[in-house]
């Protein structure tokens, strides 16, 4: 028999094996976002960018296709509140409601490239709201402006270059809404009306001095040619040039929105009707269609096509004929009902968390009621206000409040009349998440516990006793500490509702298989390419299964234990060392407790 070269060998695995490897790789984290609730809207030749309530993405019109970009992708945080395009540096500003600033830079094409994070406003000691109202630039400079004051943000060096507040009459403070430029002077529409000055490199900004009153009523504003346009609160628009103001239009509402679409072509939105100011026709005429329900922004492409941001149907544009939506799938409703409430034990009695009274209401088949609550002999709860009940694979209770976490191990003793009480775990010779708000538990394939709390995500041990991963918002792409619901699923992916949206996590534990063979376990990645610096997982074994990797020789190259259905080897030996490109066989036992090859992966470095 003719034998088949060692590098043939690997060349026709790596094919099979890329056939059949599509799973999801351990450590991945995906989001969940609504990108309905669209806010503003950015188009950029045929990229069109976009914010949402909480989500971030572009259309790309040539490829038609929406992208999604997030904290996977390298954003600071989520909750964003404005972005902004400065076209003298081919980035995007994105100011988030915290403060936080990020400088996203684009290619030739407008695609992201790097992202730059600046922090010194978000941790500033500056009081009040940090969410800026809006952003307007000026060559390399652009001004953000706030209920505080404006600040100045140099997008060349990444960074805050100055800060204005108290720009009122005699230095009194006042909140800026928008910032626009004409000739030589800077106008700010505040809460005490336009406020103006000489845009010089020798007049100071920062002194309240150097600012007048141009217009004293609350006002909104925009470039218009060589001067401005102003919108004020009882409808009025006027333009403002050359020191000479010319009255255009009186509206019977007030005007909360006036921005730019084109030369002389004005979005105008007042209250709930939207409309368009054309000044080189002298006409204004009504926006909308039957698909359009909430507008928040307009803008308009090279083609002449309006491109929207809808609060209730997303990005949405007649740039294909009719209005339609381009947001990608919003997913965020995915497991909005909870199932903690009401929980069924082995005997089948219903766990109800949040009674009248507090505690946890247990009721039987034969309608008799116990009542748990503090204080020994009574169940012993740490507090009465309980968070989330979860039944786990032991048969035991396990069940969360505002101060820790607490066992009941022998559910079924409630109505037996033994002892019923709870026991808290111990973690580091202290009461399991003892200071924690638990809001949420969840159990995994390998039993063990995934804890939301206040201050982000634990997953323990199935006992509880040992920590085995931590996320917060600073160190995961979590988009909040606040989780409020966990829930895993059969193939490891462990979905997490914060305060400010869902995402998930590819964990290390799937459900057990009660038969596995080489047809029914899964190696994912396989092939282990050179770039390749996460998890290997193998899936679909028996429960709580040991594996052997070994050689195609048989050396032994590395052992470990499954959590439920899955084992994971980080690529490398026992002795520490990136395992050598080549063929590896991996071995488990099976129900019978008999050694059998289960599968073969290929590395390749």
């Not at 997008?155 to 928008?178: F, H, M, P």
């Not at 030589?184 to 009153?213: C, E, H, M, P």
């Not at 009523?217 to 218009?224: G, H």
């Not at 085995?468 to 193939?491: A, G, H, M, R, W």
């Amino acid at each position: 028999m003719k034998k088949i070269p060692y590098f043939l060998l690997i060349t026709c695995l790596v094919f099979l094996t890329n056939k059949l490897n599509a799973q999801t790789p351990i450590g991945t984290w995906q989001t969940y976002f609504n990108y309905a609730k669209a806010k503003q809207v950015l188009v950029l030749g045929n990229k069109i960018y976009c914010i949402s309530e909480n989500g971030f993405f572009y259309y790309d019109t040539s490829e038609n296709q929406a992208i999604t970009l997030s904290k996977i992708d390298g954003l600071s945080e989520v909750g964003i509140a404005k972005i902004h395009y400065v076209a003298s540096r081919q980035s995007i500003i994105i100011a988030y409601t915290s403060g936080n600033i990020d400088i996203l830079s684009l290619s030739s094409t407008n695609e992201p490239l790097e992202i730059s994070n600046i922090s010194l406003l978000k941790e500033s000691t500056i009081q009040g709201s940090k969410g800026v109202n809006h952003i307007a630039s000026k060559d390399n400079l652009a001004y953000l402006s706030y209920n505080f004051g404006l600040v100045v943000l140099d997008v060349a060096k990444q960074d805050i270059k100055e800060t204005y507040q108290n720009l009122g009459d005699k230095g009194s403070s006042i909140e800026i809404y928008k910032t626009a430029f004409a000739n030589d002077s800077i106008y700010l529409a505040t809460s005490v009306g336009i406020r103006k000055a000489k845009y010089a490199s020798n007049v100071n900004l920062q002194y309240f001095g150097n600012w007048s009153t141009l217009y004293p009523v609350k006002s909104t504003l925009s470039t218009w040619q060589n001067g401005i346009l102003v919108a004020d609160n009882s409808g009025k628009i006027f333009s403002y040039q050359n020191g000479k103001s010319t009255n255009l239009i009186d509206l019977s509402n007030k005007i909360d929105v006036l921005e730019i679409l084109q030369a002389n072509k004005y979005w105008v939105l007042t209250g709930t009707s939207s409309n368009i100011l054309d000044l080189s026709q002298n006409t204004y005429s009504s926006f909308g269609n039957a698909n359009i329900k909430a507008i928040k922004d307009l803008q308009v492409d090279a083609q002449g096509k309006y491109w929207l941001a809808d609060y209730q149907n997303g990005l949405m544009s007649n740039s294909e004929g009719s209005f339609k939506s381009y947001s990608p799938q919003s997913l965020d409703t995915l497991y909005q009902n909870r199932k903690d409430s009401v929980v069924a034990d082995t005997e089948g009695n219903l766990w109800i968390r949040g009674s009248v009274f507090g505690g946890i209401l247990v009721k039987n088949s034969s309608n008799q009621q116990k009542y748990i609550s503090t204080g020994i002999g009574y169940g012993n709860l740490p507090s009465s206000n309980v968070k989330t009940l979860v039944l786990d694979k032991d048969g035991q209770m396990w069940t969360g409040t505002d101060k820790g976490v607490v066992v009941f191990d022998s559910p079924s003793n409630v109505f037996s009349g033994s002892n019923f009480d709870a026991y808290t775990p111990i973690y580091e010779k202290r009461r399991l998440l003892g200071n924690e708000t638990v809001n949420t538990i969840a159990v995994d394939g390998g039993n063990r516990k995934w804890m939301g709390t206040n201050n982000g995500l634990f997953l323990f041990s199935s006992d509880g006793t040992s920590l085995v991963s931590q996320f917060t918002e600073s160190d995961s792409p979590l988009p909040s500490n606040e989780i409020l619901y966990v829930k895993t699923d059969s193939k490891g992916e462990v979905f997490i509702r914060t305060s400010k949206g869902l995402v998930s996590y590819r964990g290390t534990a799937t459900e057990s298989t009660s038969l596995q063979s080489e047809n029914t376990v899964k190696v994912f990645p396989n092939p282990v390419r050179p770039d390749f610096e996460g998890t290997i997982g193998i899936e679909g074994l028996v429960e709580n299964a040991f594996v052997k990797i070994t050689d195609i020789a048989g050396n032994l190259i590395y052992e470990t234990q499954a959590n439920g259905g899955t084992a994971t080897w980080n690529g490398k030996t026992l002795a520490g060392k990136k395992a050598e490109t080549g063929i590896y066989l991996i071995f488990s036992g099976n129900a019978k407790g008999e050694e059998t090859l289960v599968n073969r992966l290929v590395i390749v470095k």
